[in-house]
């Protein structure tokens, strides 16, 4: 190849100087290589974890009917700041805010090294799913109707970004508990630790759930947000 074509970009052009081409493009490229080498066997760990706490929560409260008013007043009562009775857009921001702050907190129990605790998030938002078919179930309503107008539509979009946070989650978790490990066998043995410069910033624990948590979960939550809030409520 000639010294003109190295110059050009990779259609015929010149690159253009002074700022890197396609910046979201290679971010979002990351994103899919690190779904691929690290988050997709979490994500399916993740959903299995969503679909036993669902059944887990259907099957106690249908057999349990007397658990179910306490468990609502709960749930109820942990979503007390979502005010229904707003403007669509106020409810949109409101229901974004807490899935969000909701999705920081699951990332966040990663921190501790071997204990996945992220994993509980997933089972418990099954286990929300499975009372509240329960309750329907047991008042005579329409369940599949429920499920097509009030959870599905907003639901798709909701659940994933709920399988991957558990997945970014579980993530830090493991790769908390690998750092400990090491540090461990490295005092143990003596050796004193590797400077942060020898340490690839491209496999930063922190550099990429901080990426995948902008680049994936919270558009997922901000288009699940809009459609429970303007959409949702006219369905019947």
């Known amino acids: ?33 690190a779904w691929r080498k690290h988050y997709r066997k979490y994500f399916k760990y993740a959903a299995r974890a969503l679909g036993a706490g669902f ?6 409260f249908m057999l349990s009917p007397g658990q ?28 974004f805010y807490h899935n969000a702050r ?15 605790l992220p994993i509980l998030d997933p089972l418990l938002n099954g286990g929300v799913l499975g009372l509240l078919v329960s309750v ?17 539509p907003h639901g798709v979009f909701e ?27 490295q005092r143990r043995n003596g050796q004193q630790p590797q400077p942060p410069a020898a340490v690839d910033p491209t496999e930063s624990l922190a550099r990429n759930v901080f990426r995948s948590f902008l680049l994936v979960v919270l558009p997922l939550l901000l288009v699940a947000a809009f459609i429970e ?6 369905l019947r």
């Open 1 to 33: 190849m000639s010294d003109p074509d190295l110059a050009q970009g990779p259609n015929g052009k010149p690159p253009v100087p002074g700022r890197p081409p396609g910046l979201i493009r290679r971010l979002y490229r990351e994103e899919r290589d």
């Open 55 to 60: 059944v887990v929560g259907f099957v106690f």
């Open 136 to 152: 329907t179930k047991h008042q005579g309503l329409d369940v599949p109707r429920l499920v097509l107008t009030k959870i599905l």
């Open 102 to 116: 909701a999705s920081v907190v699951a990332i966040a129990a990663g921190v501790v090294p071997f204990l996945f």
């Open 159 to 185: 659940l994933t970004a709920v399988l991957y946070t558990t997945s970014l989650g579980l993530y830090l978790s493991a790769g908390m508990g690998k750092k400990a490990v090491a540090a461990w066998h």
């Open 229 to 234: 809030g303007f959409i949702t409520p006219s």
């Open 68 to 95: 179910e008013k306490k468990a609502l007043d709960f749930v109820i009562r942990a979503l007390k700041d979502i005010k229904l009775q707003g403007s669509p857009l106020v409810l949109a921001l409101t229901l």
